[in-house]
């Protein structure tokens, strides 16, 4: 298996603009998660899907983030209009609960500066 | 004060040597501990999970919850270089163990 697949790796933009992170989870998997890693903040989990649906979106920081999942295999995370303190690494994370085992799959992560 | 407490480092070992990294944490509804490891420029990856209190070992690797105490441990025993990472205790209540609190992360080099 591929593992969890992120687009783009790097992203530069400048305040303002819109961005888009893309996200393939492990085939078969039925949870789908967002964290942004910050050195000052950690790394946060922003939101997560079931088959989905999105479960828990108390983590997104502000109105102009937002995720999407309109199939198995696909998540988005927009961020619309950015701002500097964006600026972070963005993982997306997959699981598969059920079989006894809790480990989430991180993805490579995009890494985002916002200017 | 941060839900999850973890000291940042950096730590720095001879090769060999027995590794200690610990977490406090401030919730008591916590069930879920895990451990993940994080190489430079790549996305954590579990290296242990413990539920409720206890031990648990994996070749080098143990980890320890002492939920009275509000402390968990992970011990590498004969670190190799090749453990130099970022190490990030997780965990999380009784709301399902999807919803992941991490620390700010261990950074660890082990030094040949």
């Known amino acids: 298996d591929a593992g969890v697949i992120q687009s783009p790796r790097h992203e530069v933009t400048e305040m303002g603009q819109e961005v888009t992170l893309r996200c393939k989870p492990i085939s078969g998997h039925d949870y789908l998660f967002w964290y942004r890693q910050t050195m000052m903040r950690g790394l946060e989990l922003l939101i997560y899907?079931?088959?989905?649906?999105?479960?828990?979106d108390s983590g997104m920081p502000e109105d102009r983030f937002s995720a999407k999942m309109p199939n198995a295999s696909f998540s988005t995370l927009k961020i619309q209009p950015s701002e500097p303190r964006d600026s972070a690494v963005y993982f997306c994370?997959?699981?598969?609960?059920?079989?006894?085992?809790?480990?989430?799959?991180f993805g490579p992560g995009t890494r985002l500066t916002v200017t | 004060q941060k839900e999850v407490e973890q000291d940042p480092g950096p730590l720095s070992v001879p090769e060999g040597a027995i590794v200690s990294l610990n977490c406090t944490y401030s919730?008591?509804?916590?069930?879920?501990f895990m451990w993940y490891r994080q190489y430079s420029r790549k996305g954590p990856e579990l290296l242990m999970y413990?539920?409720?209190?206890g031990n648990k070992e994996d070749g080098r690797f143990t980890a320890q919850v002492d939920k009275s105490s509000k402390y968990i441990s992970l011990f590498i025993r004969d670190s190799q270089p090749s453990d130099s990472a970022t190490y990030l205790c997780?965990?999380?209540?009784?709301?399902?163990?999807?919803?992941?609190?991490f620390g700010a992360g261990t950074r660890l080099a082990v030094h040949p």
């Open positions: 413990t539920y409720s209190s």
């Open positions: 994370a997959s699981s598969l609960v059920g079989t006894g085992s809790y480990e989430q799959y």
């Open positions: 919730n008591s509804a916590f069930q879920y």
């Open positions: 997780a965990m999380s209540g009784p709301g399902g163990y999807n919803k992941l609190i």
């Open positions: 899907f079931n088959n989905n649906v999105p479960i828990d």
